[in-house]
T-cell receptor
Framework: GNSVTQMEGPVTLSEEAFLTINCTYTATGYPSLFWYVQYPGEGLQLLLKATKADDKGSNKGFEATYRKETTSFHLEKGSVQVSDSAVYFCALSDQGAGKSTFGDGTTLTVKP | DTGVSQNPRHKITKRGQNVTFRCDPISEHNRLYWYRQTLGQGPEFLTYFQNEAQLEKSRLLSDRFSAERPKGSFSTLEIQRTEQGDSAMYLC??????????????FGDGTRLSIL
């Protein structure tokens, strides 16, 4: 079956540091890949997505590239802010039902 | 776009009682999904609907769980004879589907269930 493996956290960075959160996946076919973010006390929000190999998703300074050869979708941001503190989830959805398989989440804390 | 709405936000009940949660999806979305999330883990798929038809159920969904989506609008998730292990956050999501593949899911804020 499908699976998503995320870099274990928690991750603590200073403001303006570079962020990478690793994500690798196992899937049949050609899934779509997503990063969701969950701020304290809130629901999951879509951060970015990529639907085919070599696509780059980007939003709010975050980027991730769909790498089919390495089955990866690593999340990056060049300069994090305190407001980026949240839990980040990598996910894939299959082509049929569209149901999503999530990683276990990575908690990011950014200190001023 | 008023977003996905879930009620109640919190539910505390005694073991053995029945509980029902409601989800109101984004109005034009024909797909609706239920997930369960426990502390420190990502959401796990439970079931999904295309309009009013329930098309897939996870093996996580025991016989005590039932979901409905009458008329293809709101959905309810009922848990009968609740057990301690049912304590979790129950998330609802909706999306466009069918001819529109790879659409992202929009999540509600969830219903947190605590079993005493």
């Amino acid at each position: 079956g499908n699976s998503v493996t995320q870099m274990e956290g928690p991750v603590t960075l200073s403001e303006e540091a570079f962020l990478t959160i690793n994500c690798t996946y196992t899937a049949t076919g050609y899934p779509s890949l997503f990063w969701y973010v969950q701020y304290p006390g809130e629901g999951l929000q879509l951060l970015l997505k990529a639907t085919k190999a070599d696509d780059k998703g980007s939003n709010k300074g975050f980027e991730a590239t769909y790498r089919k050869e390495t089955t990866s979708f690593h999340l990056e941001k060049g300069s994090v802010q305190v407001s980026d503190s949240a839990v980040y989830f990598c996910a894939l959805s299959d082509q049929g039902a569209g149901k999503s398989t999530f990683g276990d989440g990575t908690t990011l804390t950014v200190k001023p | 776009d008023t977003g996905v709405s879930q009620n109640p936000r919190h539910k505390i009940t005694k073991r053995g009682q029945n509980v029902t949660f409601r989800c109101d999806p984004i109005s034009e979305h024909n797909r609706l999904y239920w997930y369960r999330q426990t502390l420190g883990q990502g959401p796990e798929f439970l079931t999904y609907f295309q309009n009013e038809a329930q098309l897939e159920k996870s093996r996580l969904l025991s016989d005590r769980f039932s979901a409905e989506r009458p008329k293809g609008s709101f959905s309810t998730l009922e848990i009968q004879r609740t057990e301690q292990g049912d304590s979790a956050m129950y998330l609802c999501a909706s999306s466009l589907g069918a001819d529109r593949r790879n659409q992202p899911q929009h999540f509600g804020d969830g219903t947190r269930l605590s079993i005493l």
